[in-house]
């Protein structure tokens, strides 16, 4: 060895002797996990995922006749990140999962800090309750429980329902600022007739006495499927953003904000043929087709979708979309956090 991987070898002995007398004390050098801690770009462990619903729907349905709605609390089944095992989660900040209602039964009312939504993709017949309002779940809805508001699930009807559940839960736990409250009552008495939220705070038309923070959500917690497709056939006639077609985003309609402070969501029309040029962005993204298909390109992969699909884009991972038909598309993400603190990033790209 000559002189200079002696005095080599000596500086890395002395340091990992150093490493080790401060780490009994709790502490560690930074210059040795900066580069992870502060990257360049992102780097997110999230993995491009796709789900078909056709091929998983028989799982759905069996956990329906191995446990009760009642027994569950909530009979779901977690739609895990396939880089995340164990962490029930979809991405590193949301929680995603299928929950199956059966005819009879009642997901009994409870509450709890993290915000939900619900996206119907499978039968007729449930309700969802929201404090004291119900609202008939029809395919497509996009249905919201806001934060620490008491809701229940029941199924009126003749045949299964499923829906797709998301929520803000991975985010909440970091934070440790999770709470959950059971409803003395298993259903909600009905307080007010179902469509009063839509008619009072959904129509272009306010209570007079309301005043909404930014941060509050939405008091409309049902977004049709039906006005949610009429309004993009409606912007359709129009020339199609080359990356994202033509795109829209929920709003609680008090505040012109996202209607959960947590959680955005979109809606997507896509005509057949028609493909966008990529982009990416810094929210991890949970994609469910509800009308058409056609192929998702995230990083070097290509995903084939079709209905009630669902798939995952990573952050920062360059993303385009195909048509190999008219396609509809919801999608959410945590872009409002991230908007709020000044963290949110889109880049184009030819």
């Known amino acids: 060895m000559d002189r200079n991987d002696a005095v080599a070898a000596s500086s890395a002995q002395a340091r990992r002797a150093f490493y080790e007398r401060i780490g009994a004390l709790g502490m560690t050098p930074l210059w040795e996990v900066l580069g992870a801690l502060v990257p360049p770009q992102p780097t997110s462990p999230v993995a491009p995922a796709l789900w078909r619903y056709d091929a998983v729907r028989e799982h759905v349905l069996e956990a329906g006749r191995l446990i009760t709605a009642e027994e569950a609390e ?19 900040s949301l929680y995603a999962g299928l929950q199956l209602i059966l005819p009879g039964e009642v997901a009994p009312a409870h509450r709890h800090t993290q915000s939900a939504l619900r996206l119907v993709l499978d039968g007729e017949g449930a309700y969802t309750a929201v404090d004291g309002e119900r609202t008939t779940m029809r395919y497509g809805d996009f249905i919201i429980t806001p934060s620490w508001t008491f809701h229940d699930h029941g199924n009126d009807g003749r045949e299964p329902v499923v829906w797709l559940d998301g929520l803000d839960i991975p985010l909440v736990r970091f934070l440790d600022a999770g709470f959950a409250e059971k409803s003395a009552a298993k259903s909600q008495a009905a307080t007010r007739p179902e469509g009063d939220a839509l008619a009072r705070y959904g129509m ?20 049709p499927f039906a006005k949610t497709r009429e309004s993009l056939l409606g912007i359709s006639k129009a020339e199609a953003d080359p990356h994202h077609g033509f795109k829209l985003r929920f709003v609680n309609p008090a505040t012109g904000r996202s209607p959960m402070p947590t959680i955005g969501t979109f809606a997507q029309r896509l005509p057949q043929g028609f493909e966008t040029r990529p982009s990416r962005s810094s929210d991890s993204t949970v994609h469910v087709c509800l009308e058409g298909g056609g192929t998702a390109t995230i990083g070097t992969q290509v995903l084939e979708f079709g209905r009630r699909d669902i798939f995952v884009v990573p952050s920062w991972q360059a993303f385009s979309l195909a048509a190999r038909e008219d396609s509809i598309l919801f999608s959410f993400s945590d872009r409002p956090v991230q908007q709020v603190l000044g963290l949110w990033r889109e880049q184009r790209l030819d």
């Open 204 to 223: 272009n038309l306010l209570p007079l006495d309301l005043e909404q923070q930014a941060h509050e959500p939405t008091r409309v917690f049902v977004y």
């Open 74 to 92: 909530r009979r779901v089944l977690i739609l895990e990140n396939p880089a995340l095992r164990g962490q029930s989660c979809i991405t590193q």
